[in-house]
C-alpha cells in the first residue's frame, strides 16, 4: 500500500459515505495522510459526521468551485493549518438534470457552460490554488475523477461526456504546465458506482446492468477499489507517472461487445 505518512491532502466532491471522494478519503487517511474536507452548502454536517470516522481528524472548510473567492480563502486556511500541501483531489461534478433528460441537442448555453465551469474549469482553478502550496513540499500529485462517457455514448450522460471530455484534456494541459515544478496531474476513470451523482443520470441502473455481463472481470468496481487506485496515482509510488487516465472499470473499456 502507499505511504502517506506526513502528508497533507486536500479532498474536494465529499457529499457523504458513498462518494467516491470520501473513499479516497479514506484510502489515503488509513495510509497516514492528513486531510482537509470540502462540502457545498447542504452537506456540512455530513461531512463533519463523517470526519469522526478518520484516524486524524480532518479540516472541515466550505468550498463551491464555482466561486474564485471561496477557492482563495480555501487555500490560505489550508496553507495557515498544513504549511503547504502534498496532494488534491477534485471529485465535483455538476449538470442541471434538464440537460440530463431530453435530446442532447437541446443543451441549453447555460446548462453547458455550468457543466463544464464545475466539471472541467474548477481542477485549472484548484491547481492555481494548489501550486504554491505544493511548490514548498518541492512538488504535489493532483488527482481528478473522470468516465468513459468524455470517449464513448452512455444513455442520458449527454453534456456530462463533454465536460468530462474537457476535463481529461486538462489534465493534459494541466501536467505539461506543472510538471517542471515536481507536481503531476492524473485522473481515474471510474466505472459506474451507485452515488449520489449517479442517480442523477436517469437510466444509470442499466449502465449498472451491462459492466457485469461485459466487462473482463464480470462485475462492477466498488469505491474501495477506486479509492485505492486513485490513492496509488497520489503516492510516491506514481512518481512517474503523470497526464494519465487511469481506467479502474472492471476493464469494461477494453470490450468491442
Ligand atoms: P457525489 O458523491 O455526488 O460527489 C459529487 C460531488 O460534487 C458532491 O460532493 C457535490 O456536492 C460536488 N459538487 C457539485 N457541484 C459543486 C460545486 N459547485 N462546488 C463544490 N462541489 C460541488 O458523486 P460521485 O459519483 O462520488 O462523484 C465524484 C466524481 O466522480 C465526479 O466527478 C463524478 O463525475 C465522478 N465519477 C463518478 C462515477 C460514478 O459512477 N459514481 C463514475 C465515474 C466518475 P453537492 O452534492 O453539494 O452538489
Redesign the pocket.
Known amino acids: 500500500m502507499s505511504d502517506f505518512t506526513g502528508k497533507h491532502g486536500l479532498i474536494?466532491?465529499?457529499?457523504?459515505k458513498?462518494?467516491?471522494?470520501w473513499a479516497i478519503a479514506q484510502s489515503t487517511a488509513r495510509a497516514g495522510a492528513r486531510l482537509a474536507l470540502?462540502?457545498?452548502?447542504?452537506?456540512e454536517e455530513h461531512v463533519h459526521e463523517l470526519s469522526q470516522g478518520l484516524a486524524s481528524s480532518p479540516l472541515v472548510l466550505p468550498?463551491?468551485?464555482?466561486s474564485d473567492s471561496d477557492i482563495d480563502a480555501l487555500f490560505a486556511k489550508v496553507d495557515a493549518e498544513f504549511g503547504g500541501l502534498d496532494f488534491l483531489v477534485h471529485?465535483?461534478?455538476?449538470a442541471s438534470r434538464d440537460d440530463l433528460v431530453g435530446p442532447f441537442v437541446n443543451t441549453s448555453r447555460d446548462g453547458f457552460r455550468l457543466a463544464l465551469d464545475?466539471?472541467a474549469y474548477?481542477l485549472i482553478a484548484l491547481a492555481r490554488g494548489a501550486a504554491p502550496l505544493m511548490a514548498k513540499r518541492g512538488g504535489g500529485s493532483i488527482l481528478?475523477?473522470?468516465?468513459l462517457g468524455s470517449e464513448r455514448v452512455f444513455p442520458n450522460y449527454k453534456v456530462?461526456g463533454v465536460a468530462?471530455a474537457a476535463l481529461e484534456a486538462t489534465v493534459r494541459y494541466l501536467a505539461a504546465d506543472v510538471g517542471p515544478n515536481n507536481i503531476r496531474v492524473n485522473a481515474v476513470?471510474?466505472?459506474?458506482?451507485?452515488?449520489?451523482?449517479?442517480a442523477g443520470i436517469s437510466g444509470f441502473s442499466s449502465i449498472l446492468h451491462v459492466y457485469p455481463e461485459r466487462a473482463p472481470l464480470r462485475r462492477n468496481v466498488d469505491a474501495a477499489e477506486v479509492g485505492d487506485a486513485a490513492a496509488f496515482l497520489l503516492s510516491d509510488a506514481a512518481r512517474g507517472i503523470t497526464g494519465e487516465v487511469l481506467m479502474v472499470d472492471a476493464g469494461f473499456h477494453v470490450t468491442g461487445m
Do not use: E, H, W
Open positions: 474536494i466532491g465529499v457529499a457523504n458513498r462518494s467516491l471522494a470540502t462540502y457545498q452548502g447542504r452537506f468550498c463551491d468551485v464555482t471529485g465535483a461534478a455538476f464545475v466539471s474548477s481528478t475523477l473522470t468516465y456530462m468530462k476513470s471510474a466505472g459506474p458506482v451507485k452515488t449520489l451523482a449517479a
